[in-house]
């Protein structure tokens, strides 16, 4: 039986499994890819990333560390979580079954896709999912924001800062009327496209336009990095039935990342804290381990305890 | 007047300076020094640090990036906070006094000290304020650790998974009742001093042992490395009667890094969050930042808005 599983390799995931090895837990990573979203960086025509992107250094020396101890991680899919006698099991797609005492949850989100052709093909490529980490590079740039909620407002308020152009395309009317709102349709610098819906991305090397429709209405957006803000889907099927989640799927969990299930924590994008940086996540994966290692000092042993013997 | 005031400037308080001016805000960092806690490092003969210490990589270049950007920052003590029409009024010692519509606390807490001869000379030269950094440098190596409340008896478990021989040194008989006391009088590689004193600290280059006292009979205790672990003071009294503090003093905080005053958000050690890790206050500064942001863009501005003009 392990002492603690931890669930995705992404920056949270690598480091509360770094910091529970540390600890000198017996210490189990269950991950389908190791470096998660950091794997994934928007590329585009003539911009240095180092200015904007952090945390990296931290996630590829995490990264490094476990791929080194490999005895301290399984490459696979969890399919199912269940209560166990002293803790739970977990199931992974290839069939193998793991017990451990406590186990933290750190599976992220995707983010809600166009699906629409040219999407794929550019994706991190002049189009991404989140304009919070890239804004800073877009000055007097034009960009596109797809999304009709708070976190699209939100980015194209933020864009509307630096760039020389930011288009809206809401598909609905959405939160148009909020402060926020309002604020954007009085904006110079930025154009909103309302109840227009996305066809396709097109492009050369990198994606260049986006191709919108409102009734007979086409249009063709030409922009320097398109940013599609229709939301995150929490991945967090695994602890379905066991804990608590909010509306939008995201796990709940207080100061010290414990979840409404004992012994099981949870850190980063799948759960309900606030915002999706990798620094931010680096240190819920640090709470959480911690957290998980003071609950597992407070279990229950065998007395008298020996050097060595304190799990 | 400033949108964003930053007071403090170690691992949160420089990252939510980063942060803020990646934002585009108009910020201004009021701080003694810049580093925090960083700039304190234990000493010890043999030891190689980059096993443990994670963050300073990162704390480093906000450092840098912030010495470059030198109209940013004001290197000063903070005397008192005020509500001013719009927001807050800062003053600092030497007089001036700064306006802003956000403030950011980060001034972090202080390690109860033994106040014994020799401590100071020894300060991170073998003695030191939190095992749990650097508990993992201990294997086989005897240990020292004074105090007799939950965060000494954490140190003394978790230093008792690895070193040779762990001595509390306990004043009083605080929490040894509780059941992880109980472990650490049952287990074979710790000693328990109830009732002693702290009388010095003894050593070369580097602290060596601790002498201690109960009544008549004085020992000296030999050890690699010396914990003293009394508790934290947070550096929180600049908000006193504007934001809530736990009976501790440390400033109580939302999942948002929002205290209870609007406008006045709270981040790192000063806060009731978890855990005094570097990572962690990293991230937590990254979220204080990005809440004050959310919270700037949500203040009321005149409308029409132009480009350049959205804050």
Redesign the interface.
Known sequence: MFDLIIIGGGPAGL?ATVYAL???LNVLLITKDLGGKTNFRLQLPDVEHHL?I??E??VNRFVNEIEYLDFSRVMDKVEKIQKAPGGHSVRVKSGTEYLAKALVIATGANARRLNVPGEKEYMMRGLCYSA?SY??LFIERNTAVVGDAGLAL?SA??L?????RVTLVAPTHGELDS??G??LL????VVVLEGYQVQRVNGDDYARSLVVKKNGDTREIAADAIFVELGLDANSDVVGGLAERDLEGRIKID???RTSAPGIFAAGDVT????E?V??????G??AA??AY?YL??Q??E??????E??
């Open positions: 480091t540390r600890k000198r904007v952090n945390g250094e931290v919070v804004a800073p939100r308020a933020e509307a800062q630096i760039a020389k402060a926020l309002k604020r009085a904006s110079s610098n100061a010290r990342n309900d804290a606030f915002a940086q620094l931010i996540s680096i240190g819920e640090a709470k911690l957290s003071e000092l407070g229950p042993v007395e008298p305890v020996a050097a060595g304190w799990r």
